[in-house]
């Protein structure tokens, strides 16, 4: 049962934690009663089905505008990660229980977490207004924080606060993983590749120009692999790279039928975001 107001520190321990934020309600979580198995991004995925138990809170079918509006978003645990989904049909099928379809899959840059399948009895959290914000200083985002959530007035030290250490990795800050990355030979024996980058933040727009960066500077990394062999890597500050036919030679000792690339853009400190890794026939 919900105990009321709970307070949330946080802090290098228990006793010199401070306060982060004042959760009022329970969040809707749950868990899957049947896998989730991957599907299409950037459209509605009509061929997954998937039914979760929720341990409260409620679920409710919405428009497809109304999700396309942030509606029913799901996060879906995944290895450490979170797989983000929007549902546009929620059923409920049973006690607690409830049908999902009509999925948007793979939100807010989170493709990389599809599993293969999400399997039953993964959780799940409604990302929705019950959620409040813990706020994390710049100096603690890899670092072990004890977290404290004590009954609303008192102590983070408090017997009856739920405690637990955690370490958050600012996984949002990441650069989303670039899309439409294309390969092409020319008469010259030359590949032209190239991708276009992802925002993370302020992307929304539909008028003429760019995405906006998001970083300090533009920058990507390029590996060429052959299976699990890394053939070459190189960093380029435009969404685009020239693979001389020299170097395909020189790399593979013949031009190849097709390559295998992975490509990140780069953050502000030189880190690789999430990747984008496919293989393309030439």
Not at 88 to 105: A, P
Not at 224 to 233: E, Q, T, V, Y
């Amino acid at each position: 049962p919900w105990p009321g107001v709970l307070e949330v520190h946080a802090g290098v321990t228990a006793a010199l934690a401070t306060k982060r934020a004042a959760a009022s309600q329970a969040a809707t979580m749950g868990e899957l009663l049947w896998a989730l198995w991957p599907g299409p991004v950037d459209r509605w995925d009509e061929g997954d089905v998937v039914r979760v138990k929720l341990h409260g809170g409620s679920l409710a079918s919405a428009s497809s505008e109304a999700v396309l509006n942030g509606v029913n978003a799901i996060a879906v645990e995944a290895n450490g990660e979170w797989e983000i989904v929007k549902a546009r049909n929620c059923v409920l099928v049973g006690d607690n229980q409830y049908e999902l379809s009509g999925f948007l899959r793979g939100c807010l840059g989170s493709a990389h977490a599809m599993q293969a399948p999400h399997p039953v009895g993964a959780r799940i959290v409604l990302l929705d207004a019950k959620l409040v914000r813990m706020e994390i200083g710049a100096h603690e985002w890899h670092e072990a924080l004890q977290v404290a959530a004590p009954p609303f007035g008192l102590l983070a030290t408090d017997a009856r606060a739920a405690v637990q250490t955690v370490t958050f990795p600012r996984a949002a800050a990441r650069p989303w993983a670039p899309s439409r990355v294309k390969a092409i030979r020319g008469a010259s024996g030359d590949v032209a590749i190239s991708w276009i980058r992802c925002a993370g933040a302020g992307g929304d727009s539909w008028g003429p120009g760019d995405v906006p960066l998001g970083e300090a500077s533009e920058a990507y990394q390029l590996d060429i692999l052959d299976g699990a062999l890394l053939k070459r890597s190189v960093t380029v500050t435009n969404a685009a790279y020239t693979y001389t036919s020299v170097n395909q030679i020189a790399d593979f000792g013949t031009a190849p039928a097709s390559l295998h690339l992975r490509v990140a853009q780069l953050d502000s400190g030189g880190a690789p975001g999430l990747n984008t890794e496919l293989t393309i026939t030439l």
